[in-house]
């Protein structure tokens, strides 16, 4: 990544390719990845806060972005990894945590709705990024397509 980070166009295009499905070396890197994966390819783009913006909000053909896709294998690192890369951009922080894909579930609704025994610490990271009682008010009020809230799935997968 180093050779490549010195030819910045390069380095976008890479970053910002998707495959048919719409995913990006950086969906990937958060999904199946680890933090160094993610550190690497953040640590590559350090100030360049609207190719992150970019990189944060691209959906693939679900709607997915890297922070809900990363919130399917139940890993709280790559997850951290990436909150901790918007923790002070409180605008971006705000459309990662509240964004939601096609069926209208936002990264927590995806761990609330996972019976999988690492949800409990990626919905605790979630929760301690939100930062004020406002954000995270919102986070578990907004709906899903279906009109599910968090509590909703969470129930449903006997979370509480």
Known sequence: MTRVADNRELLV??????????FSAFHYSSHGGTANVMNTIITAIQGDDKLLDKMMLQENTDGDIPLSYACYPEASEPVEAMLDVVRNNKTLLDKVLLYSDSDGLTPLHVCCKSDGDGSDNVIAVLAAAAGDRTLLNRMVSVPDHNGFTVLHHACNQGML
């Open 13 to 22: 295009n890479l970053l910002l390719h998707a495959n048919d499905e719409g």
